[in-house]
């Protein structure tokens, strides 16, 4: 076999440059947890002694984390000045923790499924499915950790304005089911912004739901917010105005049954917000490192947690919008149409 050495060279480039964002990746749970960025965007370009002193953290080891970021392209070093800097771009994902973009305690995701490989391999070889309880804890609060920021910037700002008329019926008091709320990040976003309206999480999770009710009450929301063991297909209430699906529809087993068990919970007029990752509808659209990103924890999580429940239908993380109205199209829905949409999210709304 004849190889294409410059094929091959451009290929090894590539690996170790995957290879080495493992260790970027623990690089930035290091310099959050120990306020590494937050200290360079607070303090501006300096050395690693002064960094170290304002951390509280060893100069050398702080020195070789600098040395790293700046290959890795996090922080930028002025060799005439011996000083790093974090841009301010850099720092809005890295070092501002209220912010649209926050980043870091994502990576706590990763180090779940590193934990979690032997369930992993166990799974590809005998085809069982692995539920989302059976990870390690450090996958949920990683995963609210990564989705909070987008909801907090998005949701109630844009998304749910995007959809027919339900800003309005939320603002004069309305009633709102968020399935697979998880630790109730996206519900209590919502119970912020519409203090006249009531909401219900439901999450098959109890230690979730536990937590979840734990938040609710800091936010000092909870008299207007509950929090309840349920599955998608069989929560309860109805003549809700809005139900929302954040990142999860996907995961569920039987999303088809879902949709028809939430058409029946939807007061007239109501919607159904579907927040799913931005995929195309193809495979080859997907070809690229965002999809690197969804078709990765779709294989670890989204998949196995399907095929772990009834049904077990593995639409994946990447299934687009044509499949996902196929799903509502079959549980009596006349549409499902992008009412907005991030670089990361679909954001559909689905209506009788």
């Known amino acids: ?103 870091p305690p994502a990576y ?16 590809f070889r005998t085809g069982r499915g692995v539920g989302w309880h059976e990870h390690h804890p450090r996958l949920f609060s990683g995963t609210e950790d990564f989705f909070k920021p987008g909801y907090r910037a998005q949701l109630t700002q844009a998304w749910i304005p995007s959809l027919s008329g339900i800003a309005e019926r939320l603002e004069q008091g309305g009633k709102v089911a968020d399935i697979g709320c998880g630790h109730g990040a996206s519900t209590i976003i919502m119970a912020e912004a519409y203090p006249r309206s009531e909401f219900v999480g439901y999450d098959y999770h109890p230690e979730s739901i536990a937590i979840a009710r734990q938040r609710a009450e800091a936010a000092g929301v909870a008299d207007r917010v509950r929090f309840e063991v349920a599955s998608g297909d069989d929560y309860g209430g109805d003549d809700y105005d809005l139900v929302t699906f954040m990142d999860c529809l996907h995961d569920m087993g039987d999303p088809v049954a879902v949709a028809k068990h939430t058409r029946l919970r939807l007061a007239s007029g109501g919607s159904v917000l579907l927040v799913e990752p931005r995929a195309g509808d193809k495979v080859e659209d997907n070809l690229n490192p965002v999809g690197a990103l969804f078709y990765g924890a779709s294989t670890l999580l989204c998949v196995p947690n399907s095929r772990s429940q009834e049904g077990g239908l593995c639409l994946g993380a990447c299934a687009g919008h044509g499949r996902l109205s196929d799903v509502f199209a079959e549980a009596g829905f006349s549409e499902l149409r992008r009412a907005s949409e991030t670089p990361f999210n679909l954001v559909l709304e689905a209506r009788l």
Not at 69 to 87: I, K, M
Not at 108 to 123: F, G, K, R
Request: aromatic share 10%; hydrophobic share 45%; net charge negative.
């Open 1 to 103: 076999m004849q190889l294409d050495t410059t094929k091959l060279e451009a290929f090894m480039g590539k690996a170790a440059s995957d290879f080495a964002a493992n260790f970027t990746g623990l690089m930035v749970v290091i310099g959050h947890k120990l306020g590494l960025y937050a200290a360079l965007a607070e303090g501006g370009p300096q050395r690693a002694a002064s960094l170290a002193a304002a951390t509280g953290t060893d100069p050398r080891y702080v020195q070789e984390w600098l040395n790293a970021q700046a290959a890795a392209g996090y922080v930028e070093y002025d060799p005439s000045e011996e000083r790093y800097a974090l841009p301010p771009e850099h720092a809005l994902i890295l070092a501002t923790d209220q912010g649209p973009a926050f980043f």
């Open 108 to 123: 706590e995701t990763i180090a779940a499924l590193w934990h979690d490989e032997p369930m992993s391999l166990e799974a």
